[in-house]
């Protein structure tokens, strides 16, 4: 029966494109910004405080925040790109938009946190790796792909299944910014498995979905330990 309920597989395909766009954007940036304020940049402190503030406050409070920042009549986004003569965007209450909205919130809120981890992760790499190989000639990318990459394996591999399983239970951010609207264009599987279980009361429905969504957070885990195993063997061979 659950199988054949559209709107399961609309939450699963909604679920499944947060999660498939989200991980590696914040990834990629979080690991930007590590290298950034790795760097002598001054005012190092500052930044750090900075990118991990979001990290410390509430989804919640940073879901109602930003329903305000994206009101399309009076929020302050679109006020920004009025004055640089954009027209205003309708944001969570696009259906082509909303789930993008959601998206980037979600990257500004939680990227602080794989910052922190990609920096503990820079700091742990010897200097005399790059001393040399900057003695043998080679430049700055040569050396992240090289040497950075390389010794961030276990870290990228910690951050990716780790971001992919919080991706996988979206919840707050729709069910507070857009109650899975416009047009179940933002409706999570856990948000499914939340008004089928304590809405309709429907106990044995809510478990069966339970059960799939379990089964899949942890073949997608699996499959992407496997692939992180597997290209450091090929590495190393």
């Known amino acids: 029966t659950l199988f054949e309920d559209s709107l399961f597989w609309t939450c699963l395909r909604n679920t499944a494109y947060f999660t498939v766009v989200l991980v590696p954007i914040e990834a990629l940036i979080a690991l930007l910004l590590a290298m950034l304020i790795n760097t002598n940049l001054k005012g190092q402190l500052f930044f750090r405080t900075s990118f991990f503030m979001p990290v410390i406050t509430s989804i919640t409070v940073v879901s109602i925040l930003w329903t305000f920042l994206y009101n399309p009549s009076n929020g302050l986004i679109n006020a920004l790109l009025n004055s640089l003569s954009l027209p205003s965007q309708r944001f969570l209450r696009s259906a082509d938009q909303a789930m993008n909205s959601i998206i ?26 790059y001393e040399a190989s900057a003695i043998d000639g080679a430049g700055k990318f040569r050396q992240f792909t090289a040497i950075t990459l390389p010794c961030l394996k276990n870290v990228i591999s910690f951050i990716v299944i780790y971001v992919t399983i919080q991706a996988f239970k979206l919840f707050v951010q729709p069910y507070i910014m857009t109650n899975g609207g416009p047009q179940n264009s933002t409706r999570s599987l856990v948000q499914y498995i939340y008004q089928q279980g304590f809405q309709y009361k429907k106990a044995g429905f809510a478990s069966a979905a339970s059960v799939i969504f379990f089964l899949i957070v942890v073949l997608v885990s699996g499959v992407l330990k496997l692939a992180f195993l597997n290209h450091g063997e090929a590495k190393e061979k």
Do not use: N, S
Request: glycine share 12%; aromatic share 16%; no cysteine.
């Open 104 to 129: 980037v919130m979600t990257i500004w809120q939680g990227v602080g946190y794989q910052m922190i981890i990609f920096l503990a992760g820079l700091k742990d790499i010897p200097r005399d790796y």
